[in-house]
């Protein structure tokens, strides 16, 4: 029997894409920051919808520079991706003080992670809507994946402070 759901948790049901770690560069500086409240929008070009705080330094600096990268961690770096998100870039190289590595990207200024399994360059394609809802839409330029991660092991958040690993991979058909 179904029961009634809290609202504010509503978020919880449907986060199901991984964890991703936005880099940015502007004004000679490089900061990341993880987040989980992304989905694709479009495929032809790949549009990526990205909910990023007006409040926070990723936001300005994405504003500023109009370019980021979205790279994927996986478990093995889990703790130094959501360590990123509890500092401030403001104050703090979070490259440096995490043991992250920033590497050129070839398509835009922002650093692809090094230790992250995949990364996507992105252009800033529309922030009309980042003042009302924090939503920028991202244009994918470019994509990178480590090939010898055949099933790499993606966080995904629930909420709180619980995530759920990727696990086991199957392959279904529809009943017809």
């Known amino acids: 029997m179904k029961k009634i759901f809290p609202l504010s948790k509503v978020h919880t049901l449907l986060e199901s894409g991984p964890v991703i770690m936005v880099s940015t560069r502007s ?3 490089i900061n990341v920051m993880p987040m989980s ?3 694709m929008l479009d495929f032809d070009p790949p549009l990526i919808g990205c909910v990023i705080s007006g409040d ?3 936001a300005a600096m994405l504003k500023a520079s109009r370019e980021c990268v979205i790279c994927i961690p996986t478990r093995e770096i889990a703790d130094k991706a ?3 998100g509890e500092v401030s870039g403001a104050d703090t190289d979070k490259f440096a003080r995490f043991g992250l590595t920033p590497v050129k990207a070839s398509a835009v200024k922002a650093p692809i992670v090094d230790e992250c399994y995949a990364a996507i360059e992105c252009r800033l394609a529309d922030a ?3 003042g009302k809802y924090d939503l920028f839409v991202l244009k994918a330029v470019k ?3 480590d090939s010898s991660k055949k099933f790499p092991k993606t966080l ?3 909420g709180g402070g619980a995530f759920l690993v990727a696990g086991k991979t199957v392959k279904l ?3 017809r």
């Open 143 to 145: 994509a990178w994946v």
């Open 56 to 58: 926070s330094r990723t």
């Open 82 to 84: 959501l360590a990123c």
């Open 37 to 39: 409240w992304h989905t």
């Open 128 to 130: 009309s809507m980042s």
């Open 156 to 158: 995904h958040h629930r």
């Open 173 to 175: 058909s529809a009943v």
């Open 27 to 29: 004004g000679g500086r």
